[in-house]
């Protein structure tokens, strides 16, 4: 996902991006979504491959390595996420790539980095979540430990390549040398706690944002919604006016911010007890009445159907040869340069024809 990631913003907004696959199959996202009717494109592939055009290449035969090569020539970027040492491998290693075309920006994104112990791990989502730290961190520490149920390393880590591509990209304008970009699910779970890195390593303190005292998820008789008590003078004051407990925050254990972390346990009791009588509308309405941080908690289908979802323009919608495909839009929005699709997830191959010949290539050609 992370080099998918990456590359999907460079094609929304105006990139020609080439998917270079291989056979029979391609990209293993295009079959990899569980029950999916035969001879359809995987959702998952078409939420990370919008934009781009696909190309099928055997990187075991020399001939389609050297019609890559000829392809990298005129390339500004490469972006590959395999572990390390394989580009090597197969030939399109950095050394050589520089040596044919030294304004090309080359891309890497892996698992845990280009060296070190883990160098060569298998790098997936779950794994740099257990290893950054991520996933010992709860909010609850009776809470069992689990795994993060979205892609939060892939999707973090991709955005970060791009953001990599864009700088180097930047500075080839200066110098005109292009240069290799870097980025490790590993590094990009660390950088997404740098916040209780700097406290942990500065102070020796912990740092759990989702264990504030006032902060939790609270059921009520049709639901769940989320409070943040925050970023108010007197937080406390104003849930108790909202619960209709004016007087809580004179309740001795509940004094300051200290006695609110010793007696979380009792304070959110209460929350829960009160939460539990009435509905999510009726609490959110009087949350809102103090101006306290709140919000329902929703399924993303619920998401994907709310008015903001629509107004962002978070919601793209194309068709393929067979069916229409819906997918959740980019979230940078640049008012020259509105992001629209315009070329749908590719079938395998279909531009392998197209390409090679933009490139001059045949799959015979020699190059030195």
């Known amino acids: 996902m992370m080099g998918p990631v990456a590359t999907q913003v460079l094609a929304d907004f105006g990139a ?16 990899s979504f569980p029950n999916d009717p035969a001879g359809l494109t995987g959702p998952v592939y078409c939420s990370l491959n919008r934009n781009k055009r696909s190309i099928v290449l055997d990187l075991r035969r020399d001939e389609d390595r050297q019609a890559v090569l000829r ?7 490469v972006v590959n996420n395999f572990r390390a040492g394989v580009m090597e491998r197969m030939g399109f290693g950095w050394d050589v790539l520089k040596a044919r075309n030294p304004r090309l920006i080359y891309a890497v994104g892996t698992g845990f980095g280009l060296s070190g112990p883990y160098a060569h791990k298998g790098g997936q989502d779950v794994l740099a979540q257990a290893l950054s730290g991520v996933m010992a961190r709860k909010s609850n520490d009776s809470h069992p430990l689990s795994i993060y149920s979205t892609t939060f390393a892939d999707y973090s880590a991709g955005m970060h390549l791009v953001q990599g591509v864009l700088l180097a990209l930047i500075q080839r304008g200066k110098t005109g040398r292009g ?65 209709g407990l004016p ?3 004179d309740d001795p254990r509940f004094i300051g911010h200290e006695m609110q972390v010793q007696n979380k346990a009792a ?20 949350l809102e009445e103090q101006d306290l941080l709140c919000a329902p908690v929703r399924t993303l289908g619920e998401a994907l159907e709310d008015e903001q979802t629509r107004v962002n323009g978070m919601i793209l919608e194309t068709t393929n040869r067979i069916e229409t495909v819906r997918v959740v839009g980019s979230p940078v929005h640049l008012d020259d340069a509105p992001v629209t699709i315009r070329i749908p997830p590719a079938e395998l191959g279909q531009h392998t024809a197209e390409v090679l010949a933009e490139f001059g290539v045949s799959r015979g050609d020699k190059v030195a």
């Open 16 to 31: 020609d991006v080439i998917k270079v696959e291989r056979p029979p199959s391609g990209d293993l996202s295009r079959t």
């Open 71 to 77: 392809l990298l020539d005129e390339a500004d970027v």
């Open 179 to 243: 240069q290799r970009v870097s980025v490790s699910l590993y590094d990009s779970m660390l950088a997404a706690q740098t916040q209780e890195a700097a406290a942990h390593m500065m102070r020796g303190r912990e740092v759990n944002w989702g264990a504030m005292p006032l902060t939790g998820v609270f059921e009520t008789t049709d639901g769940a919604l989320v409070l943040v008590g925050a970023f108010k003078a007197h937080p406390l004051r104003d849930i108790g006016v909202a619960l």
């Open 247 to 249: 007087d809580i925050h």
């Open 267 to 286: 304070l959110q009791a209460i929350f829960r007890e009160r939460f539990g009588t009435n509905t999510t509308a009726y609490w959110l309405a009087k």
